[in-house]
């Protein structure tokens, strides 16, 4: 028998990635209800699956993870590329060095994730977008501001990309924590100007930096091919400007 899939906050990304799995048990539970509330309700659904379930954990807070002891055989943690900090270029072999309480907050979660009693993966995404969601979306709705000179850089992922490599990643046993992105990072005004002309609108104005989110203020380049190469996914959208048109 097939091993049962646990999606925890099947939200943007978990809920693509749960349709990839036809051939098996597919549980979700939504953000709309808490965690740490949702596991003990599961039990029960849990407890026919052994321990054999693969736990796909979207949420960024990992509190109530201790009930799936005796239940999962692997967990798979959607974490940031946060976790780099000031860090300007990233790949496989970089070290977390967290410059803010939340991205602190995440790294403590990957280690709860991989202190478990089950094999686990840590996957780090860079800045997810698609349908709904991302610099277009905010272009559109006029909330974009270009950051500062607009020379910092971003990396990104098409969420379906992201869910391809979470889903291949529950059903592997490869171990460890690894940056995900596309392979086309882009500087804060390349992507604005790309989006304000598929738009058919003014190029957006720009804001001080340091007034702007902390994710915005970030400048950084994700390399995310080494866990794709681990894995023998490739990328649908390797580039924001195949998958930002895709998204409309």
Not at 2 to 20: E, F, H, M, N
Not at 69 to 90: E, K, M, N, P, Q
Not at 100 to 109: D, G, I, K, V
Not at 183 to 196: H, R, V, Y
Request: aromatic fraction near 6%; proline fraction near 6%; charged fraction near 20%.
């Amino acid at each position: 028998m097939k091993p049962g899939i646990l999606i925890l906050g099947a939200g943007y990304t978990g809920s693509r990635a749960g349709v990839l799995f036809e051939e098996h048990r597919v549980v979700e539970t939504h953000r709309d209800r808490p965690v740490r509330v949702v596991l003990p309700d599961l039990s029960n659904v849990l407890a026919l699956g052994g321990s054999q379930w693969r736990v796909l954990w979207c949420a960024p807070s990992v509190d109530g993870i201790e009930a799936l002891g005796g239940f999962a055989a692997r967990v798979v943690y959607l974490s940031t590329t946060g976790v780099y900090g000031d860090a300007h270029f990233v790949d496989d072999t970089t070290a977390p060095a967290p410059s803010t309480e939340r991205t602190q907050a995440r790294l403590s979660a990957e280690r709860v994730v991989q202190a478990g009693p089950w094999s686990s993966c840590v996957l780090r995404p860079a800045a997810i977008y698609g349908p709904g969601r991302g610099a277009h979306e905010s272009i559109r709705a006029g909330k974009w501001r270009i950051a500062g000179d607009g020379s910092a850089y971003t990396s990104r992922i098409h969420v379906d990309d992201l869910a391809s490599i979470a889903a291949a990643a529950l059903l592997s046993d490869i171990t460890g924590a690894w940056p995900v992105a596309d392979d086309e990072p882009s500087t804060n005004l390349e992507i604005t100007q790309f989006c304000c002309n598929l738009l058919g609108v003014p190029l957006s104005p720009s804001a001080d930096a340091a007034a702007l989110d902390e994710t915005r203020r970030a400048d950084r380049r994700v390399d995310g091919r080494a866990i794709r190469r681990a894995l023998g996914v490739a990328l649908k959208y390797p580039s924001y400007k195949t998958g930002i048109p895709a998204a409309f």
